[in-house]
């Protein structure tokens, strides 16, 4: 083949392998995200989150790591994974990167007072909503995490969060038309959070509900007309007492049972549901004792409804151990997740 031949040859190869990228949706399409109605859309189409929520923070230690980054995304892509909730910014082009070459999409949280790094407090938020808007792993900005719960952290008054809350979604609205702003709350929100957040786009809802968060569907669609998904949800696998035919102790089966029995819900809702990032994958060693060992205990705010011995175990929640061993529910999400249509 001749110099002009090889050119023109490598020319339209080039332009067959780029048709090839956008026609099969690879991640590397400039995408946009959208509210259309009840749905989130992806380029136009409705996007349905198979997500997990994830922290990982390593043995040893109390801060999140991404040293396990390439076999924690390999495991998230066998198990049909295309969505990730992180509890705070990461800031780190070369893990979004990494995260973004993986098919899979992030929501970022953002705290309200972490101590002025990318917080709502101080408005830093905003900073990091400018340099990583265009990155195409970027699927929602959320706006924290449970605070419903906890009116102490502002004087008293939960309405004080609502409006911050509010103020802040309207900011990055006006720094950002390309991603909607969602947050994590704690249950349904009533009437005074819905009332006082209208700049809110999509509204997460962190549910533990036993293994039967089916009333939430209804429940929303009675006072909104806006997207929603479950923030959390899930169970742990460990049970402090023997209930439900499910023994007291390290108890996969009842984890496993518990996450079938609420996928299915999700799933099964999807005309008001869009989804949800289980809680959660990886164990986490460091909420209730020893950084150095896995230990029993731990405590949620609102965690009663927590299948199937109402007692949240911190440190038992992963679809895989802290070591990236599966549990037997990471064969249950691998299942649903992977028989779901994008």
Known sequence: MNKINLIKFSKIALFLFVGTLI????????????????????????????????????????????????????????????????YGPIDDEAVLDEIHAAGIKVIIGFGYNQGGNFDILSGTFIDYVNKYKTHEAILLWELGNEYNYHPEWFEGDIKNWYTAMNNAAKIIHENDATHPVTTAHGEL???????????????????YRWDKPGDIYDQWKAVSEKPMYLSEAGGDSY??????????????????GANAKILESV??????????????????????????SQDIGGWAPNSTGVPYDGTPNEEYWGIVDIDRNKKETFDVVKTIYNGLSE
Request: with cysteine; proline share 5%; aromatic share 10%.
């Open 189 to 207: 929100p009533d009437t005074l959070a819905l009332s006082s957040c209208p700049n809110i786009d999509v509204w997460g809802m962190n549910v």
């Open 239 to 256: 049970m402090t007492i023997s209930k439900e035919g499910y023994e007291q102790g390290v108890n996969e089966k009842a984890q496993a």
């Open 23 to 86: 026609w099969c949706g690879s991640p590397f399409t400039n995408q946009s995200v959208e509210i259309s109605g009840r749905q989130i859309m992806v380029d136009g189409h409705p996007y349905v989150i198979k997500g997990i929520c994830y922290n990982p923070v390593p043995k040893n230690s109390d801060v999140r790591s991404f040293g396990n980054l390439t076999q924690d995304l390999a495991l998230m892509v066998e198990a049909g994974i295309n969505t990730i909730r992180v």
């Open 267 to 292: 799933f099964n809702n999807m005309e008001i549901c869009s989804g949800v990032t289980l809680f959660s994958f990886s164990d986490e060693w460091w909420k209730a004792g020893d950084n150095a």
